[in-house]
């Protein structure tokens, strides 16, 4: 099992910005991808940004330009550095984590984002 614990969240004005962590524990030997989905209210959950062990990033079109994940591979952590909020950025925030040999896929608990003046 893998657990992961997402810390940053918070309420922000347009065009400012934040920062989110997570951290991995557990069986983490076997995790390959992680990255950062949200959900907004009334909406799926959706991709934010990818980011695999060797650095490889993906990241949703409505982000891009504005956001960056990075990673630890040391640390077991991985970030999303978010600039230029906008209103429609406003979410709960999910870390993932993805097992390499099983597929299976690992959710934090959701951090929420506000954005709003």
């Known amino acids: 099992q893998v657990q992961l614990v997402e810390s940053g969240g918070g309420l922000v004005q347009p065009g400012g910005s934040l920062r989110l962590s997570c951290a991995a524990s557990?069986?983490?030997?076997?995790?390959?991808?992680m990255g950062w989905y949200r959900q907004a209210p009334g909406k799926q959950r959706e991709l934010v940004a990818t980011?695999?062990?060797?650095?490889?990033?993906n990241s949703a079109d409505s982000v891009k330009g504005r956001f960056t994940i990075s990673r630890d591979n040391a640390k077991n952590t991985v970030s999303l550095q978010m600039n230029s909020l906008k209103p429609e950025d406003t979410a709960v925030y999910y870390c993932?984590?993805?097992?390499?040999?099983?597929?299976?896929?690992?959710w934090g608990q959701g951090t929420q984002v506000t954005v709003s003046s």
């Open positions: 993932n984590a993805r097992n390499g040999i099983t597929l299976k896929r690992y």
């Open positions: 557990g069986s983490i030997f076997s995790i390959d991808i």
């Open positions: 980011i695999t062990s060797s650095g490889s990033t």
